[in-house]
């Protein structure tokens, strides 16, 4: 089951996303619907909210009266605070069971306005946040009837652009109408929300493209590791020891191919296969790998790993789960350190790799020309290095 959290600001557009993903087959689960369902009459969850906010949020029927709410909580942040450890406990419950009711090769679309206050985007596979710019915000709700001063209340009560970003893979910008935003919802999902979930149903990974095709190094790749390792973190907890950005996408200013390599590290790789149907529920999936010895350490069980993939076509990941102080934990740590350190060992990595892409068109014969390099001359450098400056891998 693909599961996919859609956010965005009040008036960013985010219903209509959500109505193009259920026209297009997703189930989509409405948070603001569960909203209201979890404090309807006779719940338990009025009861809750009756009981903080006295019985004058109550309509004379006995309903809750949502405006005189709202004036309430978005006057006073304590309040509001107050009243979604009431409610949200309760949705986010009801959600899980409206989820677990889907056939397993469904694509379930949350759609969670407070996807970055609440913390939960690690538990999806995907997340996307809906923006407008703040001015057509503004006047789309105005047309809803509500006051530009309310409007602006409750824009400037939920989380930024800037916090939503953060926590979501990708960006849907709702400039240009409905239309334009219904098109590019369409895109999506045939490109990437689709063959996701086919990922996902046949338990692989999305490999790397075997085109061997270099970029310029994107500022956007310390956040896709970011996105990963929460998700990471939250399947394995303390049993990963730590999670590092690793490779070329990790050194700032070093073009690579648009994969993001991540290391575990861990106590024993037993620890890895304990997680594996875990790890493939979150949509990380692998096998049994080993990195190629180097000088002095030339015993291939010494670089036994285990090599992960993550099934978004969108976001290629490599993930290598290495115990902690092997050789090649330790030499993943150490190469990425002094590339950053070193702009001479920037330019020379740099120059090898325009070299044999000049050479070669496929990644693993790319791969497998830079090994006598990193034999002949990374190992060995970067250990003086680390010699000469007293580097040692971070502490666990």
């Known amino acids: 089951m693909l599961k996919v959290a859609l956010t965005g600001g009040i008036g960013a557009g985010k219903s209509t996303v959500a109505a193009k993903l259920s026209q297009l087959g997703a189930s989509v689960v409405d948070a603001d619907a569960l909203s209201r369902e979890v404090v309807a009459p006779n719940t338990e969850g009025l009861a809750a909210v009756v009981s903080r906010f006295g019985p004058e949020v109550l309509t004379a029927e006995g309903s809750l009266d949502r405006a005189r709410l709202a004036e309430i909580v978005f006057a006073s942040a304590p309040a509001r605070a107050e009243l979604e450890a009431i409610v949200h406990p309760r949705v986010r419950a009801r959600a899980r069971e409206l989820t677990a009711a889907q056939p397993d090769d469904a694509i379930v679309v949350q759609d969670i306005p407070l996807l970055a206050e609440t913390g939960q985007a690690p538990g999806f596979h995907l997340n996307i946040d809906v923006e407008a710019p703040r001015e057509l915000r503004l006047e789309r709700l105005a047309a809803r009837g509500l006051p530009r001063a309310d409007a602006i209340r409750r ?59 270099f970029v310029e190094s994107d500022p956007f790749w310390p956040r896709r590791f970011e996105h990963l390792a929460a998700r990471l973190r939250r399947v394995m907890g303390p049993s990963a020891v ?4 690793v490779g070329s996408t990790a050194v700032a200013g070093l073009p690579a191919k648009d994969v993001v390599d991540i290391q575990v590290t861990v106590v024993s790789l037993h620890v890895v296969d304990a997680f594996a149907e875990a790890l493939g529920d979150a949509g990380f999936f692998g096998r049994v790998l080993f990195d190629s010895p180097k000088p002095g350490r030339p015993d291939t069980a010494d670089w036994e790993k285990r090599f992960y993939g993550y099934a978004d076509p969108g976001n290629i990941a490599q993930v290598h789960f290495r115990p902690i102080d092997s050789p090649g934990q330790r030499f993943a740590l150490l190469f990425r350190d002094w590339m950053r350190a070193d702009p001479q060992a920037r330019a020379d990595y740099a120059q090898l790799k325009g070299v044999i892409a000049a050479q070669v068109d496929s990644a693993s014969d790319y791969a497998e020309a830079k090994e006598p390099w990193f034999d002949r001359e990374a190992w060995p450098r970067a250990n003086a290095w680390a010699e000469a400056t007293g580097w040692h891998p971070p502490v666990c």
């Not at 369409?186 to 990974?205: G, K, Q, S, T, Y």
Request: glycine share 2%; charged share 40%; with cysteine.
């Open 155 to 213: 824009i400037d009560a939920q989380a930024s652009d800037t916090e939503r970003r953060e926590v979501c893979d990708l960006v849907l910008y709702n400039r240009d109408g409905v239309a334009d935003l219904e098109r590019r919802v369409a895109m999506l999902w045939d490109e990437r929300i689709v063959p996701f979930a086919e990922n996902l149903r046949l338990d692989r990974a999305e490999p790397r493209p075997e085109k061997l095709q």
């Open 242 to 245: 730590r999670i590092d950005h």
